[in-house]
């Protein structure tokens, strides 16, 4: 794959509504966890929030092509060994490989400053409501809003994923499936190695130079510490 192939330009299609309509939330101007840029997403036509929720359906039934290689069944057996004894397991857990749980950057050691981004919503953050799901689009005036309930989640987990008060802020565990198909890795896509794991190192050295980042090498990067410091 070339790398202009990995940033397609998106033209509007004719006939189909853009998804870049914006409605008030009840909420409005504070911000979030349902809306932390304070607005949401929904086009004229369509129920508040009905495309988002339609687009969510549709990415969870979506599965990877199987990869043309495959390694044997030993291979793979030793691997999800090493997997579990790594404890990889702890964290990339039950069926799509994630517990959900947002991990502090301080403890996960990746690139830490994404994790910090939406700090400063903090100064403006409230209490999570929407319109009602039968609500049209344009919101007619006196629209019924209601809360989100948030009171059954972690506190502590709230405060890691927007970096709240004095937490750094974290990266949400990852899961694992379709990885042959994803590199580069990580929440910044900063983890990139070529086929030739020698010379071709890090975006500079793939996708800038026109060459697809390798998922097997990509992935030892993951993992061998020398390759990684590299
Ligand atoms: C403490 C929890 C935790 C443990 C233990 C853990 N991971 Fe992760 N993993 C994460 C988090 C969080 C991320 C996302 C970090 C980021 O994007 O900066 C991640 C990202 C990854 C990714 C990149 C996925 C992608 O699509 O970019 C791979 C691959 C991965 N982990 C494999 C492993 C393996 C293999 C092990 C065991 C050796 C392991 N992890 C152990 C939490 C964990």
Redesign the pocket.
């Known amino acids: 794959m070339k790398p202009s192939q990995f940033f397609a330009k998106v033209d509007p299609t004719p006939g189909v509504p853009g998804v870049n309509e914006m409605i008030k939330p009840p909420s409005f101007p504070k911000l979030t966890m349902m809306a932390p840029d304070g607005l949401y997403i929904s086009s004229p036509g369509y129920k508040v929030g009905e495309q988002v929720n339609a687009m969510a359906a549709y990415q969870n039934t979506i599965v990877p092509p199987a990869g043309k290689q495959q390694a044997n069944g030993r291979t793979l057996k030793m691997g999800q060994e090493?997997?579990k004894r790594?404890?990889?397991?702890?964290?990339?857990a039950g069926d799509a490989f994630t517990?959900n749980?947002?991990?502090p950057?301080t403890?996960?050691g990746?690139?830490p400053s994404?994790?910090a981004a939406l700090k400063k919503t903090g100064n403006m953050f409230g209490p999570a409501s929407m319109y009602a799901p039968d609500t049209p689009v344009p919101v007619p005036p006196g629209a019924k809003a209601v809360a989100v309930p948030t009171g059954h989640l972690d506190p502590e987990q709230i405060k890691l994923a927007f970096a709240h008060g004095d937490s750094p802020g974290?990266?949400?565990?990852?899961?694992?499936i379709g990885?042959l198909w994803?590199a580069?890795?990580?929440?910044?896509?900063g983890?990139a190695v070529g086929p030739d794991a020698a010379k071709q190192i890090g975006i500079p050295g793939t996708l800038l130079q026109g060459v697809a980042p390798d998922p097997a090498n990509s992935?030892r990067a993951?993992?061998d510490k020398q390759l990684r410091q590299k």
């Open positions: 090493v997997f790594a404890q990889c397991i702890s964290c990339h517990n749980r947002v991990v950057s403890v996960i990746t690139e994404r994790a974290g990266y949400k565990v990852k899961g694992l990885l994803t580069p890795y990580l929440h910044d896509g983890v992935l993951l993992v």
